[in-house]
């Protein structure tokens, strides 16, 4: 209840009333619960008033100097604030519904937790205001000056921000869901860490080192968005459009991305940690120097991804299908490609210092310029070659170059004495044809049985070395079955 006496004095007119207050500067009136504007007594000092749970309901205060006034729990439901002065007041937990604030001065108020549904906003000074926890469902609040103001946890569904000042705004937890955001500038933004962002328009927006740690952008437009730099750690982007969108060096630990669009996404140098990456095309998205070692591999298709300079060392990529990929400078020291599959894979320029390359698949690879100063070739990665450790500049790229392929199948399958045979026939074919430099590159017994020789050059790869392979291992053979029979009858 209001202090009797004060509403004795005020009740004495505006000249006594002010006298009063100037003679008093350290009182506090208290005229709470008393609308003293139905009174009609015009223009008076209201600075520092105490209004609590008054009901200003449909109450003109224009031109009014209510600063650092307390109005909490007041009800102001469609009240006429034309050109007064709110500045420091208290409004918190107000009622402002259908509230008409044209040219009203709001600057550093606390409406924290305030219901401003419906409200008018005119020309109105916002910064540096209190609105956690308020209810701004809706309302047009275009061309607002929010800098430096709290809007933390406010409830912003369905409102306009397009041309609001969000300088050094804090919008955490803030919920903007289903908004038009692609002309708001939420980059000068202050905090956005747990803003509601879902099913917003943010297409081409500039959120470049935004603060969105913890933000739900689930179902969100975010196409040819810039993330670059962004913090987006445990972000909520299940259902995102990302295509096209800029991640260069964001950080993405623990990000749900479950069911996002990828399509031409820049994930250059991102922090991926913790990201279920398994359901994601990689054909499609950009990895290129991102930092594997954190990542579970088995949970990435990586064939055909863009993984220049990406960093795999010490990575177990154990049977990994990382055909037609581009790990050109890639770091691939000591990491594990036991039986991996490096078809047409570009590796030029990339270091494999230490790797493990047992029974890869390396058909058509590309490793001009790669280095290297020893690999591991067996399959428990326990002996070096070469055993000094030491390919000079080069020598990795000119053994292990792809070379032209014969093949050779054997329709009526295959047994162990077959591997000694044909090294006997390359043996032999050699002595007579150096200039062919044929080798075995495989000897597959599973499926249909075939051996797989390589040579120096693509013309030697015709019939007739077919045929003289062939007549050469029946020549073997029989060789050994003669063989076999004197031996028996001696």
């Known amino acids: 209840m209001a202090i009797k006496a004060h509403l004795k004095i005020f009740k004495r007119g505006v000249l006594v009333w002010n ?45 009014l100097d209510l600063s650092l006034s307390d109005f909490r729990k007041a009800n102001l439901t469609e009240a006429n604030l034309t050109s007064s002065n709110l500045s420091k007041a208290d409004l918190r937990d107000a009622i402002f ?27 109105a000074d916002l910064s540096g205001a209190n609105f956690a926890g308020a209810d701004l469902s809706g309302v047009d609040l275009s061309g607002m000056d929010f800098s430096r103001a709290n809007l933390s946890g406010a409830d912003l569904r369905g409102s306009n921000l397009n041309g609001a000042d969000l300088n050094r705004t804090n919008l955490s937890e803030a919920n903007l869901s289903r908004i038009d955001l692609r002309e708001v500038e939420l980059r ?4 956005l860490s747990g803003v509601i962002l879902h099913g917003v328009n943010l297409r081409g927006a500039d959120l470049r080192g935004a603060n969105l740690k913890r933000a739900d952008l689930s179902e969100a437009d975010l196409r040819e968005t810039r993330l670059g730099a962004a913090n987006l750690r445990g972000a909520d982007l299940r259902g995102a459009n990302l295509t096209k969108a800029d991640f260069t060096r964001a950080n993405l630990s623990g990000a749900d991305i ?33 930092d594997f070692t954190g990542i579970d591999p088995s949970k990435v298709d990586l064939r055909k991804a863009n993984l220049k300079g990406a960093n795999f060392s010490g990575v177990n990529l154990t049977g990994k299908n990382i055909s037609d990929a581009d790990l050109r400078g890639a770091n691939l020291v000591k990491a594990n490609l036991c039986e991996a599959n490096l078809n047409r894979a570009n590796l030029g320029g990339s270091d494999i210092t230490g790797a493990l390359l047992y029974r890869i698949a390396k058909y058509d690879w590309l490793i001009e310029g790669i280095k290297c100063d020893y690999i591991f070739c067996d399959k428990e990665g326990k002996i070096p070659f070469p055993q000094n450790r030491n390919f000079k500049p080069g020598e990795f790229e000119r053994l292990f170059a792809e070379m032209p392929t014969i093949q050779i199948v054997f329709e009526f399958g295959v047994s162990p004495l077959d591997v000694f045979i044909m090294d006997r026939v390359v043996q032999a074919i050699n002595e007579r044809r150096p200039e062919l430099g044929l080798k075995i590159e495989s000897f597959d017994s599973r499926n249909l049985p075939h051996v797989k020789f390589t040579v120096l050059r693509n013309e030697y790869c015709g019939e007739d070395l077919q045929s003289e392979i062939r007549t050469a291992y029946e020549a073997q053979t029989a060789k050994l079955a003669k063989d076999s029979v004197q031996a028996n009858v001696r």
Do not use: C
């Open 19 to 63: 006298n009063w207050r100037m003679e008093h500067p350290s009182i506090t009136p208290d005229l709470s619960k008393q609308n003293i504007f139905k009174l009609g007594l015009g223009t008076a000092d209201f600075k520092r008033m105490d209004f609590r749970s008054v009901n200003f309901t449909q109450t003109y205060l224009h031109v």
């Open 258 to 290: 479950m069911g996002a669009i990828l399509i031409g996404t820049n994930l250059s140098e991102a922090n991926l940690n913790d990201v279920d990456l398994n359901e994601i095309n990689s054909s499609h998205v950009i990895f290129s120097g991102v």
């Open 188 to 191: 000068t933004a202050h905090n």
């Open 97 to 123: 519904n259908g509230t008409i604030f044209r040219l009203t001065d709001l600057s550093h108020a606390n409406l924290a937790g305030a219901d401003l549904t419906k409200a008018e906003f005119e020309n």
